[in-house]
């Protein structure tokens, strides 16, 4: 109950790892309205929950739905519900939908309260190996000043991944990625021995990862050494410093929510990004561009730059497939402003007024993509 009183809001639970008894009891709480607010993971998508009268939609962490999932939730709504949508890191189809006026903007530029500024530095690691013997006794100094560590690997073991953007893999050969199984007992019988170093990874059993992440959290151990599975709803203000490694393998989203683990607390936080890749490489270009600023807003634009908007008439949240053929978001991004203050006008003066204009709108209404114009 949102603030203990008797006549407050109902507050409601659904998710894939409920009992039976529990969920059956969340389904029948939203379908009749008993519970004014209902939280969930994407089990809110499955077509068992129902709602008595769905008025708004709040979807955190955007960019881990696809334009159809978001569109299902307002589907359970009688009539169009709001649509409220966060993130850190605005995927690029968003960003084109904000660029043509189809989404307003909040942003938020501030730290949340209590909250430290994070610095971020790119290692090039061939060039200068002697930076990468640096970031471990940045862990080691940090660990006996009382604090934790992150140690970020694109792969489980030799061979596998786990949430990497691979979208941006460099080259072909898998053998020189640093992954979680081969990485942690290196440093731990070497550059940091002596400290408690445990991993952690999707293949791990619920209990394990779930034990792990408690031992962390109550300081039973100093580094965790994990695959992107920390990505989000993590929040341990102990930990003071991030080491990812191969930071190339990961996208631009991705890197900005990841270094967002630490600086939680009341210390600064230190995100180190280890790269193999040469100083004119397009992927050490986007690192040095992530290590350039902590605004995720500016850094999607970016993203949309190097991946393309998608299709904000389709489905493809990123990439050069796309209804538009001539434009381009960020190039003509001038010109598409001028054309929505020119549509604001012919709206306003009546579209009847234009009749070649309300031929080609009907049209254009009949083809299936423009359903993807109300999709978010």
């Given at each position: 109950?949102?603030?203990?009183?008797e006549?407050?809001?109902?507050?409601?639970l659904?998710t894939?790892?409920q009992?039976a008894?529990?969920?059956?009891?969340?389904?029948?709480?939203?379908a009749?309205?008993?519970?004014?607010i209902?939280?969930?993971?994407?089990?809110?998508?499955?077509?068992?929950?129902e709602?008595?009268?769905?008025?708004l939609?709040?979807?955190?962490?955007?960019?881990?739905f696809?334009?159809?999932?978001r569109?299902?939730?307002?589907?359970?709504?009688?009539?169009?519900?709001?649509l409220?949508?966060?993130t850190?890191?605005p995927?690029?189809?968003?960003v084109?939908?904000t660029?043509?006026?189809?989404l307003?903007?909040?942003?938020?530029?501030?730290?949340?309260?209590?909250?430290?500024?994070?610095t971020?530095?790119?290692?090039?690691?061939?060039e200068?190996?002697?930076?990468?013997?640096r970031?471990w006794q940045?862990?080691?100094?940090?660990?006996?000043?009382?604090?934790q560590a992150?140690?970020?690997?694109?792969r489980?073991?030799?061979?596998?991944?786990?949430d990497?953007?691979?979208?941006?893999?460099?080259g072909?050969?898998?053998?020189?990625?640093?992954?979680?199984?081969?990485?942690g007992?290196?440093?731990?019988s070497?550059?940091?021995?002596?400290?408690?170093?445990?991993?952690?990874h999707g293949?791990?059993?619920?209990?394990?990862?779930?034990?792990t992440?408690?031992?962390?959290?109550?300081k039973?151990?100093?580094?965790?050494?994990?695959?992107?599975?920390i990505?989000?709803?993590?929040?341990?203000?102990?930990?003071t410093?991030?080491?990812?490694?191969?930071?190339?393998r990961?996208?631009?989203?991705?890197?900005?929510?990841?270094?967002?683990?630490?600086?939680?607390?009341?210390?600064?936080?230190?995100?180190l990004?280890?790269?193999?890749?040469?100083?004119?490489?397009p992927?050490?270009?986007?690192?040095?561009?992530?290590?350039?600023?902590?605004?995720g807003?500016?850094?999607s634009?970016?993203?949309?730059?190097?991946?393309?908007?998608?299709?904000?008439?389709?489905a493809n949240q990123?990439?050069?497939?796309?209804?538009?053929?001539?434009?381009?978001?960020?190039?003509?991004?001038?010109m598409?402003?001028?054309?929505?203050?020119?549509?604001?006008?012919?709206?306003?003066?009546g579209?009847?007024n234009y009749?070649?204009?309300?031929?080609?709108l009907?049209a254009?209404?009949?083809?299936e993509?423009?359903?993807?114009?109300?999709k978010?």
């Amino acid at each position: 109950m949102l603030g203990g009183d008797e006549n407050a809001t109902q507050v409601t639970l659904i998710t894939g790892s409920q009992t039976a008894a529990a969920r059956k009891e969340a389904l029948s709480l939203a379908a009749s309205g008993s519970a004014g607010i209902v939280i969930g993971t994407h089990a809110l998508l499955g077509e068992s929950v129902e709602f008595k009268d769905l008025g708004l939609v709040i979807v955190d962490e955007q960019h881990r739905f696809g334009v159809e999932q978001r569109d299902a939730l307002k589907s359970k709504a009688e009539n169009p519900p709001h649509l409220l949508v966060m993130t850190a890191t605005p995927i690029p189809r968003t960003v084109a939908m904000t660029v043509f006026g189809d989404l307003d903007i909040s942003t938020l530029r501030e730290l949340p309260l209590g909250r430290q500024p994070i610095t971020t530095h790119v290692i090039p690691a061939q060039e200068k190996p002697a930076y990468l013997e640096r970031a471990w006794q940045r862990i080691r100094e940090e660990v006996a000043a009382g604090h934790q560590a992150y140690i970020v690997a694109p792969r489980i073991s030799a061979g596998t991944s786990e949430d990497a953007d691979m979208d941006f893999i460099m080259g072909e050969s898998s053998s020189d990625i640093a992954s979680v199984e081969e990485l942690g007992p290196l440093l731990q019988s070497g550059p940091l021995s002596g400290l408690r170093v445990a991993p952690l990874h999707g293949r791990q059993s619920a209990d394990v990862k779930d034990s792990t992440m408690q031992a962390f959290a109550n300081k039973e151990i100093d580094v965790l050494v994990s695959t992107t599975v920390i990505e989000v709803g993590v929040d341990v203000p102990n930990a003071t410093v991030m080491v990812i490694m191969d930071a190339d393998r990961f996208g631009v989203s991705q890197l900005h929510q990841l270094r967002g683990r630490v600086g939680r607390g009341t210390s600064p936080g230190l995100c180190l990004l280890v790269t193999q890749t040469s100083g004119e490489a397009p992927a050490r270009e986007r690192l040095e561009a992530v290590a350039g600023t902590l605004d995720g807003f500016e850094l999607s634009r970016i993203d949309l730059e190097q991946r393309r908007e998608g299709d904000v008439l389709g489905a493809n949240q990123s990439g050069a497939r796309s209804h538009l053929r001539l434009l381009r978001v960020l190039r003509d991004e001038s010109m598409i402003e001028e054309a929505r203050t020119e549509a604001a006008i012919i709206l306003e003066s009546g579209i009847e007024n234009y009749p070649q204009l309300s031929s080609e709108l009907a049209a254009i209404a009949e083809d299936e993509a423009a359903e993807y114009i109300d999709k978010g």
